[in-house]
């Protein structure tokens, strides 16, 4: 399953948003996130008179026209402040953040909503994500997403996928932030039970998305969508091969 973002690649313009969401109905995507971040972040940009925040309406219509089609639409949050204000909406999934898994005042409302929360780990040590899963009451609604949030290859460890799915026995999958989609293909060895991939509404000249080095273009979606597909494919068929050759040395005349 691949989980599109659009973080605040909109930049609170509902122009955008809505190009944006426009897609997602009509591709064979099922999930979306839209990302509300610090409540500082958007107060910082206020004073430059750009708002990021886009209407709680928009969000509402969202769902329902997603419902239609049987669709999803998450929500990635990381400060309570922020959050509050569109706390009353039912998003189908959330997104915690990494700047957030020891936030256990995010957590709290999370808790309450009562539905799938996705874990970005960054670069959370094994007692941050511990005690960030252990504030979650209902642990099996928790996953894990295995981030590297740094463009360098040296820094890109995706077996890290395999045992932090030994350590924690929850579902992990990739969230791609590289400047190269090579590792979204690669990360399909490790089997992970989905993948996050950020997007960008369209191109013009001189502008810089918040998440733009590591975020694809909408019309680069399903073609990274197909080719992790035939990776997944060919990595099955090799993995059989290399079974049924160490099944076949275990078997004595």
């Given at each position: 399953m691949i989980i599109l973002e659009a973080g605040i690649n909109h930049f609170g313009k509902l122009r955008?948003?809505?190009?944006i969401l426009n897609f997602f109905l009509?591709?064979?995507f099922s999930h979306l996130t839209f990302m509300i971040h610090t409540e500082n972040f958007y107060n910082q940009f206020k004073k430059k008179n750009i708002n990021f925040y886009l209407p709680k309406n928009f969000y509402l219509k969202a769902l329902e026209q997603a419902h239609k089609k049987n669709k999803k639409i998450g929500l990635?949050?990381?400060d309570e402040k922020s959050f509050f204000?569109?706390?009353e909406i039912n998003f189908d999934f959330y997104k915690l953040l990494s700047i957030a898994i020891t936030n256990k005042k995010v957590i709290n409302i999370l808790n309450k909503k009562?539905?799938?929360v996705y874990v970005s780990l960054g670069k959370g040590t094994k007692e941050n994500i511990k005690k960030c899963i252990n504030f979650f009451k209902l642990k099996k609604k928790v996953k894990l997403i295995y981030t590297s949030m740094s463009y360098?290859?040296?820094d890109i460890n995706l077996e890290r996928i395999s045992e932090l799915r030994n350590l924690f026995s929850l579902k992990i999958g990739y969230g791609h932030h590289h400047n190269n989609p090579l590792p979204l293909f690669l990360s399909s060895y490790f089997n992970p039970s989905f993948y996050f991939i950020y997007l960008k509404p369209e191109y013009k000249k001189g502008r810089v998305y918040p998440d733009d080095n590591h975020a694809f273009f909408l019309n680069e979606l399903e073609t990274i969508?197909?080719?992790i597909t035939i990776s997944e494919k060919i990595i099955r068929k090799k993995k059989a091969k290399i079974k049924i050759k160490l099944d076949a040395k275990k078997i004595r005349l």
């Open positions: 955008l948003a809505k190009k009509n591709s064979s990635a949050v990381c204000f569109y706390k009562k539905k799938e360098s290859e040296n969508k197909k080719n």
